[in-house]
């Protein structure tokens, strides 16, 4: 009995299937949504309809279909076996893609769900991750056309211990793309004028569909003038001429071109802007060393900051010009093999010293506001947005220049005369002391080398007098006071008193007028002599001083 026991356990185990195995079953019955199902060895189990449905569609199951099921447990409370349609379609799908996994083989598929960061396809029982780059060669805004279709799929990585599957739908368009893009960049040539659509627009360019392949149609590219964004002159969907400017045959990559179709431009640069030539322009671009002028569609001329102002000089170009803005410029130089313009705007407005000069000659009295004040004289603005400057020593005609200074503060608004302008270092001067003329011009004016005048003592001192002389003041030395050395006192003077003096010179550059007694006395002799006695006449010297005197006292 004991052996006969054991021969019918054997039997038993090898005759019922093991847990965890996909086995063979017969539908009995379909009720209450799910179907009944004989494995065999007297035993039956259930499993819901739904597991018989591809994603998406109803089951398609009827009783005496054969199905293959995956045996959970050979019996529950029950008494009946737990079986799974579903474990057993994954088990034979994962079968199946490990296959194609190892031989690199694509898969069919069907994206049925959406989840974070991708969607779930079924791979016949397998679910797998599509992660959303995967999706397509761009990305896709709207994958509602591409949901419970079957399409081919790439596997990415399988871990049957995890149950993760990856897959991608790009990589197999790439490789059909791939296939297509070689085909057409062969029938292609460099040169060649082909019509294409534009599908996509960059900051730097536009990406064209030349019926398979796509061609980079960069910014640069798109027209002769100056372009900031090609969704100035494109459109998405837009079909445009395109000539092939470059194919990279390793790469496969096409480099387009829209200007290349129309005439450059700078063929006609010379002759139409020649130099010397004015020309109103569009500002199109600041930068720090300058700004861009457009004079025409293609053509733009670079204003250097040096070349913006006669006057402004250290500030940014955007301080004194605006994009958009229309200006007046002067063509300066030409380089068409560059294929570069060099423009001035501060040509156009004229040399504001030259117009000043010509506005304000030497003499001219002019009034403006006190710019600065430094150590050697005052700044004072002028029209035309340009200083002259007053030199210290043209502040005033008896006080030093640092002592004049202290009656002007930046400002004040002054008044002064035009003495000089230097155009070539543009450079005005101005005095404020001519304004009431010069005293000295004035005063000697009338009187030349060897004349007598009267003057007025103004104070004594131990070296001589000063003396005034229509405004002005002089001083007669010592020595000077008389021609006889015991007269040659100055306390013998009373301010206030007139006396006659020669004039012994006139010292325009350092106005100053040398003013002699003891030459007076001297010429004064010399004449009396010459008229009124000779050397035989045997009159005295005092003899003829005394007729001398009293001939002039008389007249």
Known sequence: MEDFEALLNESFELETPDEGSVVKGIVLAIEAGQAIIDIGYKMEGRVDLKEFAAPGKNPEIKVGDTVEVYLDRVENAKGEAVLSREKARREEAWDRLEKAAAKEERVEGQIFGRVKGGFTVDLGGAVAFLPGSQVDVRPVRDAGPLMHMNQPFQILKMDRRRGNIVVSRRAVLEESRAEQRAEIVAKLTEGEVVDGVVKNITEYGAFVDLGGVDGLLHVTDMAWRRVNHPSEILNIGETVKVQVIKINKDTQRISLGMKQLLADPWDSVEAKFPIGSKHTGRVTNITDYGAFVELEPGVEGLVHVSEMSWTKKNVHPGKIVSTSQEVEVLVLEIDSAKRRVSLGLKQTQGNPWENFARSHPNGTEVEGEIKNIT??????????????????????????????????????????????????????????????????????????????????????????????????????????????????????????????????????????????????????????????????????????????LRRRDDA
């Open 375 to 548: 150590e050697f004289g005052l700044f004072i603005g002028l029209d035309g947005d340009i200083d002259g400057m007053v030199h210290l020593s043209d502040l005033d005609w008896n006080r030093s220049g640092e002592e004049a200074m202290q009656d002007f503060h930046k400002g004040d608004m002054v008044k002064a005369v035009v003495t000089d302008v230097d155009v070539d270092k543009e450079r005005i001067s101005l005095s404020i002391k001519a304004l009431g003329g010069d005293p000295f011009t004035e005063a000697t004016s009338g009187v030349k080398r060897g004349d007598v005048v009267t003057v007025n003592v103004t104070a004594i001192e131990d070296g001589g007098i000063e003396v005034e002389y229509d405004g002005m003041k002089s001083f007669i030395r010592r020595s000077d006071l008389s021609r006889d050395r015991s007269e040659q006192r100055p306390e013998r003077f009373t301010k206030g008193d007139k006396v006659d003096a020669r004039i012994t010179n006139i010292d325009k550059a350092a106005r100053k007028l040398n003013l002699s007694i003891k030459a007076r006395e001297i010429a004064e002799e010399k004449e009396a002599v010459e008229q009124y006695g000779s050397s035989d006449s045997g009159a005295s010297l005092g003899d003829i001083l005394g007729a001398a």
